[in-house]
T-cell receptor, first 116, second 113 residues
Framework: AQSVTQLGSHVSVSEGALVLLRCNYS??????LFWYVQYPNQGLQLLLK??????LVKGINGFEAEFKKSETSFHLTKPSAHMSDAAEYFC??????????????FGTGTQLKVEL | SQTIHQWPATLVQPVGSPLSLECTVE??????LYWYRQAAGRGLQLLFY??????ISSEVPQNLSASRPQDRQFILSSKKLLLSDSGFYLC????????????FGPGTRLLVL
């Protein structure tokens, strides 16, 4: 069974500072990993995904994530935070079973606060 | 392009009343469809998924049910709402390939009083 752990339910950074949101996964099959962002009272929007091609994945809004198999991690980073980055971020892993419905298991989310 | 719709956007219902939330997808065919519930501080919990018309899989035992009467329509229902059914309900779709992204609708905020 797959699982995702997001360390830190709340992260606060200053505008212009590095953003680092942590995600560790557990998977019995080669994982497909996703980061989503959710703004208040909205659905989830895909930031980026890892599908076994390049280990460094670039996404929208300047975010990127690096897949590290040895550490079972897929941390999300952005060099310089902007006020508009304030949102909740979710890491997810696919169950890898097409016939099983291609289900995603989500972490509990990290609320990012950006301060002036 | 594909779009996903959910309605209503918000709903306030008394305990014991019935529920029907609707999700429709446009611009694609034979999608996998999903219902999630999001409770404060608890992330997303998968409730149901469907790989085709009339095919529903339940992930957790609960007071809710789901149906897929048409290829691109997914309905979440309850005969009698409980206080614990309050939350933010999200519908999502994907084409089924394991690498494919799940695309989410705007959500329905349900408050049971």
């Amino acid at each position: 069974a797959q699982s995702v752990t997001q360390l830190g339910s709340h992260v606060s950074v200053s505008e212009g500072a590095l953003v680092l949101l942590r995600c560790n996964y557990s998977s019995s099959v080669p994982p497909y990993l996703f980061w989503y962002v959710q703004y208040p009272n909205q659905g989830l929007q895909l930031l980026l995904k890892y599908t076994s091609a390049a280990t460094l994945v670039k996404g929208i809004n300047g975010f990127e994530a690096e897949f590290k198999k040895s550490e079972t991690s897929f941390h999300l980073t952005k060099p310089s935070a902007h006020m508009s980055d304030a949102a909740e971020y979710f890491c997810a892993v696919s169950d890898g079973l097409t016939g099983g419905g291609n289900k995603l298991t989500f972490g509990t989310g990290t609320q990012l606060k950006v301060e002036l | 392009s594909q779009t996903i719709h959910q309605w209503p956007a918000t709903l306030v219902q008394p305990v014991g009343s019935p529920l029907s939330l609707e999700c429709t997808v446009e611009g694609t065919s034979n999608p996998n469809l999903y219902w999630y519930r999001q409770a404060a501080g608890r992330g997303l919990q998968l409730l149901f998924y469907s790989v085709g018309i009339g095919q529903i899989s339940s992930e957790v035992p609960q007071n809710l049910s789901a149906s897929r009467p048409q290829d691109r329509q997914f309905i979440l229902s309850s005969k009698k709402l409980l206080l614990s059914d309050s939350g933010f309900y999200l519908c999502a779709w994907t084409q089924g390939n394991i690498q494919e992204t799940q695309y989410f609708g705007p959500g329905t905020r349900l408050l049971v009083l």
